[in-house]
């Protein structure tokens, strides 16, 4: 008669993810309701649920996915379920390394749509994932420049201005009337530019008078200053003199941070359109504005492409550092003699935080390294270190089915216990 397969349930991952706050956590809970009746089906034991909320598919920049693959990797997974292959990655070269990541390590990729993933289905959802997704991005952009010509607004809302609503209470779409409390702010702001007060003094008194900026925490001089070339800042928004600029910036996702990265267009490329119903600056503010500007000389930065202001240099400490008055982070500045400053001091003004004196760069790294150099050469974090890998190797090997070796004394044993019990000496 036949036996009863007693063979142990593969462990499964459910991984779930949606892309835009449009959607909410119900669409993972769905996801997650119906990968767990699909694994009940096959016979499969959940052992791990992952899930990324608001996070594309075209991106591996995701934390639940990057635990995926460090599962798969770990030999802790040996089948993945997922609503439909999209869900795990939309992007060509993420699906073939994934595909190829689990075939190393025979691990099935099992959806409910799509059936058991494969390097042709895969290859194929990407490819018309891809194709898509610049269908979509060109009949947006067409759309949007109907809006444009027509007069209307292509999204946002530009510091000063207030989308208004119909009879029934909604937003009227593509529209914008001003809002004359924001106005009056503009206005000060540009009088005082033109009658020669920095922008961090003006900031400093808009914060101290509790005047929320534009994204209504404390201002900083980039909302005030910009970049004048890309129309950022107040002092450079064209639309206060009634004039709206369009399509000054394209949007490219970078092939290695996979952040969107903005590129200036050609200035002959950029859409103007005349909308005097929106405008509040005179010709005059405007003129003294620009002549000012004029007097400040900013150089750009080796590789930008965004007249005037590139990326800026990273150090061995860039993020790192903190004020320790406000908890901000600190800044670099200088040219011979480079020095940390506080970030919220130097942008905000002394409103927010005083500051502190610079710290030199070298003597900051100096002291840095110093201190990690003691911390991890030291006899007891050699010990900490020694029980963690102890631990984790032990994890590893009970959560691992059983490996009959050749013999109870065989190397490969030998080699673990060695590992595992590092006290016990070698054999003779």
Aim: glycine share 10%; with cysteine.
């Amino acid at each position: 008669m036949p036996t009863k397969d007693t063979s142990p349930a593969l462990r499964a991952w459910v991984y779930a993810r949606y892309s835009t706050n449009k959607q909410t956590q119900k669409s993972l809970d769905d996801q997650i309701s119906e990968c767990q009746r699909f694994a009940d089906r096959h016979g499969w034991h959940i052992e791990r649920i992952l899930t990324d909320a608001e996070l594309t598919g075209y991106s591996d920049h995701r934390p639940g996915y990057q635990e995926l693959l460090r599962g798969i990797e770990g030999g802790m997974v040996e089948v993945v379920v997922a609503e439909n292959i999209e869900r795990l990655t939309r992007d060509g070269e993420h699906s073939a390394q994934l595909e190829k990541l689990c075939a190393f390590h025979d691990v099935k990729i099992m959806t409910i749509i799509d059936g058991e993933a494969n390097a042709l289905n895969m290859g194929l959802k990407s490819l018309m994932s891809g194709a898509l997704l610049k269908s979509i991005a060109l009949q947006a952009h067409r759309g949007l420049a109907g809006n444009v010509a027509a007069g209307k607004s292509a999204g946002g809302r530009s510091y000063g201005y207030v989308i208004p609503r119909d009879e029934r209470g909604d937003k009227i779409k593509g529209a914008l009337v001003i809002d004359e409390g924001e106005a009056q702010i503009v206005r000060r702001i540009m009088t005082e530019f033109a009658e020669g007060i920095s922008p961090k003094k003006i900031v400093d008194q808009l914060n101290q008078d509790g005047i929320p900026s534009p994204s209504g925490k404390a201002w900083r001089q980039n909302t005030v200053f910009g970049n004048r070339k890309r129309g950022t800042g107040i002092l450079n928004n064209e639309l206060y003199i009634g004039v709206r600029v369009w399509d000054r910036l394209e949007y490219r996702r970078h092939p290695q941070t996979q952040k969107r990265v903005s590129r200036l267009r050609p200035e002959e490329e950029w859409v103007r359109v005349e909308v005097p119903e929106l405008r509040f600056i005179d010709d005059d503010l405007w003129a003294k504005v620009k002549a000012r500007q004029d007097s400040f000389q900013v150089k750009p930065r080796r590789g930008s492409n965004s007249g005037g202001v590139g990326p800026r240099p990273k150090f061995l400490l860039s993020g790192f550092l903190r004020c320790a008055k406000c908890g901000g982070p600190l800044t670099i500045a200088g040219t011979v003699h480079k020095r940390y400053y506080c970030k919220t001091a130097k942008e905000q003004g002394p409103s927010q935080c005083t500051g502190m004196t610079g710290l030199l760069k070298d003597e900051a790294e100096q002291a840095v390294l110093g201190g990690v150099k003691r911390a991890l050469l030291g006899s007891d974090a050699f010990t900490r270190f020694r029980g963690s890998m102890r631990g984790r190797l032990l994890m590893r090997r009970s959560r691992s089915r059983p490996i009959a070796l050749r013999s109870p004394g065989s190397s490969a044993q030998w080699r673990l216990k060695s590992v595992t019990e590092p006290t016990r000496s070698s054999p003779a």
